[in-house]
């Protein structure tokens, strides 16, 4: 069975850091990419970052530079580094995971995780 645990959200005051946590099981990470999105109150959901099976990155241009995805295969998880958090990061955000065949993160995932919220505030 496939299950994608997120983990690491809270409240942290702006410029703070917090990583979130993706753990996966069911499956074995190598020959899968993975993604993180968020969607705030009343907003569609939006792409945050993803990585490939061949640890290609991508970043939304309102993270590039603050946020840093990585995966550990060996523990099945993939991370998500947030430093200098704004307030407009508050969201819930939720990891999802396809295989790619070695091409790069997919415009669609498959399997997605119930969501960890991360709130940004003073």
């Known amino acids: 069975q496939v299950q994608l645990v997120e983990s690491g959200g809270g409240l942290v005051q702006p410029g703070g850091s917090l990583r979130l946590s993706c753990a996966v099981s069911?499956?074995?990470?190598?020959?899968?990419?993975v993604g993180w999105f968020r969607q705030a109150p009343g907003k569609e959901r939006e792409g945050v970052s993803c990585i490939s099976s061949r640890d290609s990155t991508f970043y939304a241009d309102s993270v590039k530079g603050r946020f840093t995805i990585s995966r550990d295969n060996a523990k099945n998880t993939v991370y998500l580094q947030m430093n200098s958090l704004k307030p407009e990061d508050t969201a819930v955000y939720y990891c999802a995971s396809d295989r790619d065949y070695g091409l790069g993160c997919p415009a669609d995932f498959d399997s997605w995780g119930q969501g960890t919220q991360v709130t940004v505030s003073s």
């Open positions: 069911g499956f074995t990470l190598d020959y899968y990419a």
